[in-house]
DNA sequence: AATCACTTTATTGTATACAAAAATGTTGAC
DNA sequence: GTCAACATTTTTGTATACAATAAAGTGATT
């Protein structure tokens, strides 16, 4: 285990932002990070620059690097992003899949339900995470799986809150399985829809929610 | 003008990666790049570390950072990717497009046709870009834009390569009406099916030339 | 008290020094 | 000549030192 300490840290912070221990517009010290981590600033000064790229953060020049939590309107961006990525992801996979990987779908999916029924929300996590990877690979292209690869973890954070949702589990559950559905019948546009309405809508119940936050505290 | 070295180094690299002066592999090696731009290793290494980020190169811990051309089969994927992305744009234009943006993508077309008459292939790349960046702002979702934004600019080089193609000019010129004439109409379908087509025809057309290319070499 | 010029401090960006690991070269046995 | 073990050199990764710039503090003037 002798990793780049820039790069565990880069990864330690990233969690740190995705888990919410930072707020918007923070700036992440050089000098106390470097304590903290017990380094120099050297590997703290590399870390932050991944951030930055990957848009976690931001660079002001001369002045630091500042968190940035994206607001309401790009997280609806994303979300709908993510949508249209999903659904081309499907559209590409409805006419390239494998019957191995329309196996492991169904089986993503069975476990999802178990999952359900038995509480585990740690597996069903992982197995919603198969399916929509598999689906992803499934495109042929893995150029473009990569890239929904990118922002699937960039918004897995916030798909959480969304789930939380009281009957969503079900009724992603129905949506997976008319992704499935659409997949084996090779029905290129109906995937893409499906994929784009399954998105799609958790994009709304995350609106919801955050509208519901915002007046919560007014 | 007084910008970080690192930026500028990273910009400089970039271009030169773009521009073919490196092949696919080389080492970059931060002393001898410390000594052409005449500082030390500390910005090298920040600007190694933002192409990295941005895939134009890899890092192989405690080895270097070398530089990594896409292939044949990962071009082809980014071509089919960017295809897809602009039909997401479209689609999404097609209901959100102002009349001011319809005015700009004519704008653009006609003179993109100017120059196409005199000539002037700077500016027809110029307008050309004009045009898809117009389409990707009207989209109407900024994160997505920028994605697409992004993608756009790493083909850059080798999308030029397959306008310089006997015809090829005219006929792009004839799918750009297309696609005003379907964003105007608001029919999101169509517009999609326009784009997608429009980019998949340069990704085919660049294949073509690559095996050309291959049977000449052989 | 508010504001402006000036000084001081803090922080970023860059250079250099050092440590650790990999690449390279050398020697000797077979 | 080939290969392996060891020594040397190079190169990466990190720490520290220094320079440049922005932020904060101080005091005089109105």
Do not use: W
């Amino acid at each position: 285990m002798d990793v780049r300490h820039a790069d565990r840290i880069a990864d330690a912070l990233e969690e740190l932002v995705f888990t919410g221990q930072f707020n918007d517009g923070d700036r992440l010290d050089e000098i106390r990070l470097a304590k903290q981590f017990g380094v120099s600033r050297t590997p703290i000064r590399e870390a932050l620059q991944r951030l930055v790229a990957s848009g976690i953060a931001e660079q002001l020049p001369r002045r630091g690097v500042f968190v940035r939590q994206p607001g309401p309107v790009e997280l609806m961006e994303m979300f709908e992003t993510m949508a249209e990525i999903e659904a081309v992801c499907g559209r590409l996979a409805a006419r390239r899949i494998s019957d191995e990987a329309l196996a492991e779908l169904e089986q993503a999916n069975d476990l999802c339900r178990a999952a359900m029924a038995s509480q585990d929300t740690d597996a069903y996590y992982r197995e919603n995470e198969r399916f929509h990877h598999t689906i992803y690979a499934q495109s042929g292209n893995s150029y473009l799986a990569g890239q929904a690869l990118r922002l699937h973890r960039r918004l897995k954070p916030f798909r959480r809150l969304q789930l939380r949702l009281r009957g969503r589990l079900a009724q992603s559950m129905g949506e997976h399985e008319e992704i499935v559905a659409a997949l084996r019948s090779g029905d290129d546009a109906r995937a893409a829809t499906a994929l784009r309405d399954h998105v799609g809508i958790q994009g709304e119940k995350f609106r919801h929610l955050m509208t519901e936050l915002r007046t919560a505290a007014q």
